[in-house]
């Protein structure tokens, strides 16, 4: 089998999840490549070795650009904060390699756009992670709107909470911390947990044609770790919007790291003319599904156990009745992603995918301060 | 229209749900008859009035007797401890009384047998209240498991779960605790929540042909609250039971009052070749229903909310949505009792079927001293 | 025991709730007054007359300002459609009879300021029917969040989801189907289903600041049942707002009859420092709650079954475990009303209050015109 | 690090489990060894090609006795159907290898005790595949037990309910269906779904000391793959005991293959006298538990999201909020399997464990062939 050597830019929670994808995903799906672990890249050596070590990456760099420049490298895998994405990505697709980028794209839509302009030019296979489009149930739940199932769509409604960031002694900024610091992550929870609720929308709705939003930073002073400083804080703790897609449907979009009691709870809800489907983060495994057309006396919110071999990905699994996880989706998305190589038709979402996401949450982070309704990509 | 008059024995907690269902039945109801609360009896005449003066009952009796053989009454309904159902209920029915018994019916079935004896000779209406068959999802139940929706039933499962004796403090005996008392209630769980479980399941799944038992008394003794003193308890706290219905499928049963975190938990499950259902009395309003038939992937349990028109009883509510809780339950006796007097087909359950469940119950005490298989009225 | 004969304008299905409220008030509390249902009153004599027989009204009238000016009636009830609160409001107050008056108090906030004068320059007692303060559930997360159990509140979600008019077929206007109509409605789901969203969040959370709203009349003409023409839809069919309350929280809220699957899915969460609350119309009898200051590992959202004793209301009701209803909501609060008759401090939420939501609602059907963030009362 | 050889014996469903456990391990988990897939043997040599190929085995077998001899082995993994477990066993323990083994361990407590003889006598590290013990939740609720939280233990309930069975369809025996095959299988839930719940019970609640049971056989005969014929079936599709644990609790025990609308249903409850818990691996991520001694309006059962860094064994995983599912309990297994050899304390369950499971599955078949109350290993 041909193999597709992977250099991994990041050795954090997704450099993680990212190298379990690519180490696990042979073992599941019959997939016409196999990609290899071969280098791994981290400013600190030491860090990057440990993690070499744990996941059997052949050879260790300290410069990306060694990894980018690198013959010996197919794919480059972004998988470090968001304000190295975009020079990363365009050295790469620069030199001819595949990319793969965690999201979001860019720290804003411009940012982004000259990354995919990059990958259009240079014409290489490129992806961003956003996983939870592959959770065995959204998929399921996609495939049933194309199917017509749901009819009209009248309401969308999304929210993605958490409540790690509530102790104002949390500081800002630094290793495992990058996502409180404005200049490195580019926004608050709008770029990080509203993107993933933008992505799967944006795939599974259309096209949002406007949004009014509110942001709020709830704790406004930090002490930042790099500069030892209480500065303050630039990003959004909790943001929030209603919008209209271009369907004609409502919906109403939120995330927050104010949530207590919520770790990570994404949840959608779908209402059309015939049929509502509901899903949750917190027990992916289920699919919640209510059919107007079946007999009166018998109607109800069905919960499905997504675990059986006519649900997506699943037959590559265990049994029904025994759920899989969250590192799965990112096992998914590999597969998916050398399927679409061999077929030529390229696995979504694409940059190009991810920067119509980054459209939107601009168009969030200007309503909110604009006090007015705002198009995205307007 | 007509007005039947009823006689009230006792004044506890089923009188009171019992006086609730005559007020309320025909502010809801279209039925031909009108009770009327025209008596209720007490030996203590200050509670008996102060509870006539709540309910509005016209007048008050000390002596049972006295209720019995009045000419103003039409109904006579018995609500007081259980060691006075067979008296009382035989006394009216030879005083040509419609009766309506609180369950159980007897302390035994030999006790039992007597009253349906006694009912049957006078030919006079009879009910017993096992109310839970006319919560409106555990009646769709019943009409969907005779319509066959279910198919072959493989698998019963029946549970009744409080937690309200766990303290050994808890006094025997005595006013609102005579349920702790061997000679006044019978038994312990078995006859007062299992009976309720076993009621349910021969109207839904048929009899039972054979049952294999446990029992345990947690606290062996307890102050008795008439005497003063410790005394041995001589109530089950837990009963459990393996059994065979007689149309093959195998069941489960268990009722205890030491099941902490539960109040009245009363669940019950049906497993058929085609279809299962669950119900649960914490969220009675609710029926869980799985459709093997239904389309492979959008297979899952319905959670049925059950407060639409087209359930049963509940076009005569609210609207669409609206729940309607515990006591209902006793209206709808009330109703169907009444239909049954029009059309001159019994409502159910009626005292013969009340002694069915009671040589249910015997048989499991027998089989939890014999260590043996029972048969049911064997 | 004292009586208060009622006056009831209205036979709906609001005239049924009210109803059992006042004849069941007496049954299960212990209050110093009892209501007495005196008059019923309805353009329609017959259906008046079988009302009046169903509930016991001693009395009918088929102009409301006989009930008003009856020297008898103690009590105006306003249960008939929105567009004549108002005026039959204002002349019971100029009457000097106590005014209860279903929600919305008026079409409009000013239409509702009329009111509030009126009673005001009356000194009569006067109560909205926003009954859904006191499920008991409801009524507890009042009392947690006074007691300071939540800390500082970040944020607040309500929406309120029904799917009753998706079909075209649906006429507006006329009987039983009023609230489709503007001129009687005053607004569609604004000021049907958000209003009781509103009414509940000012009293849990205080005073909303600004909002930004979007409305949406899927259906643009429907027939009208009083003219037998096809007429533009006046109403809105789903609406939803972001809200900034007073307290610095952050909220969303949204109701439609556009989602299926959902008949009255009436739900709220409160997100605090400390802890947070669910509540859920659907399963009305359960609060959702959870605690950070739990030990760590054992943190998790409690389904508290709230039938015990010392949860609110319920020590009138039956033993724990056992659920009620709907219905009772308009019990606690006829209770509610007549203990502050008694003690002299009036049972919210008064006129006054009712003033306070259409303000609300005003102002989001202002910024769903205007596109722009407006200031209930501003 | 030093290295562990592994030799897995089949290739099936088990198979795969345990291979993904050997090779992720290290991944997730700081241990002192690591796992090698050394060789995986299958009678048909294309079929374990095709599978070391899939996993990275680097050779092949056809006869497990030159898995057991080789001296490259280090661990004997069979993964096999139980009438190969006893011979395989032994011979591994008699060639000095570590043995771990799928349960149960043998089809009677008889062939066990043979197998455990031989792992003692040649003091070999040896583990039986319970793998339910470490879904966190349920390892969880071992330390909590333990802690002594639930206090004295009044009710243990389990059930295993699945409904792959129910069509007569199906055949019996040959590849993929061996668990319907008495000779190879042993019996039919009681040694497969009820053994889980008893070895989770023994861990969980200490030892069984009498128990009463039936089985039934609903689909008395089937064609067998293997001969072509259709025979008798000789395993029991459901089974039910009752059963007294020896610190005084009364317990339910199920296990069916005809239970319509669940796949894995494998869930237990415990009632102590402080606290209950409860568990159902359709979401295993999931523990409910309830304390009575939370203050009183507060007490609920909460649903405890096992996501947390301090549940067990999650911190090894990713971030609070997000889900791990079947396979990774294989995973945790291996972990501890390795932290026993180096600390010297062996990880439970050892074969001794699983003959004590075995010792109660013998004792259900023979009450219910007996219809008498049996003893384990009695």
Known sequence: MQKINVGMIGYGFMGRTHSNAFSQVNHFFDIPYRPVLKTVCARNRDRAGAFAARWGYETVETDWRAVVESPEIDLVDIASPNDTHAEIAIAAAQAGKMVMCEKPLGRSAAESETIVRAVEAAKVPNMVWYNYRRVPAVTLAKQWIDEGRLGKIFHYRAKFLQDWTIS???????????????NVAGSGVTGDLLAHCIDTALWLNGGIAE?????????????????????????DDASAFLARFRNGSLATFEATRYARGHKALYTFEING?????????????RLQYFDHRDE?????WRSI?????????????????????YEHTFIHQVADFIEGLKSGKPAAPTFRDGLATDEVTDAVLRSAKSGQWERPGG
Chains 1, 2, 3, 4 share one sequence.
């Open 168 to 182: 104002s002694d949390l500081p800002q900024g630094g290793e495992g911390l990058w996502r409180l610091d404005i």
């Open 273 to 285: 003319e015939h049929a509502s489907i509901f899903w949750d983060l917190h027990d992916l495994h």
């Open 211 to 235: 949004v009014s939003a509110m942001t709020e930073t709830f704790i406004k002073s930090r002490k930042h770790n790099l500069t030892g400083k209480v500065e303050p804080v630039g990003i």
């Open 305 to 325: 156990h997504i675990t059986d071999s006519d649900h997506p990905y699943m037959k590559n699994w265990w049994v029904p009745g025994l759920q899989i996880g």
């Open 296 to 300: 009166g006396a018998t109607r109800g």
